[in-house]
């Protein structure tokens, strides 16, 4: 997919592309799994939020349990998370998330993994809105000039879809305080 997506791409861009991607998964990692705990507090969190409670029914199987993803902690350079959806995952850097004095093994204790969750929800949320996102089957343009606009559909479109979802899930939380 990559190779068709530069093939498609003015050659000026390439080489910042191939920078971009190597600088996500060519470099160490450490990563973690936050296990099933976190993936219920988030839960918790976000469904105390209107915008919140949109994205989780959206995240529903058939039997109508929400089905997030998998939650990981790593280091990720210059983004606060990522998310991967052929792995299923999202991954959240540990030095770029509020809080930074908890450690992982404090993610054990309930009270302060939610806290933790709490002060990153906005963070949280708009990833997995990307987790959202990525289990429509088609999306509206993805099909447009295909396979030309892949890259510029799979960056700027999703990114802003998910900001202006963020912005509006930030809008809530300020009008319920």
Known sequence: MLGL?????P??????????????FLHERRVQSLGPGFKQDVVAVLSKNKEGLKVLDGLRDRGGRIRLPDFYMADLGSAGG????????IFLDHEKLKGLLWRLRDLKDAGSRAR?????DSILFHEVYHALQFRKV??????????RQL???LTF???????????LYLHEKLRAD
């Open 82 to 89: 990522f998310s991967f959806p052929i792995l299923n995952a």
């Open 151 to 153: 890259t510029r559909y």
């Open 157 to 167: 479109e999703l990114e802003y879809e998910a900001t202006i979802a963020q912005w």
């Open 5 to 9: 997506a530069l093939g498609s791409s």
């Open 116 to 120: 933790l969750i709490e002060e990153n």
């Open 138 to 147: 088609i999306q509206p343009g993805q099909l447009e000039r295909f396979p």
């Open 11 to 24: 050659a000026i861009f390439k080489t910042e592309i191939i920078a971009a991607t190597s600088r996500v």
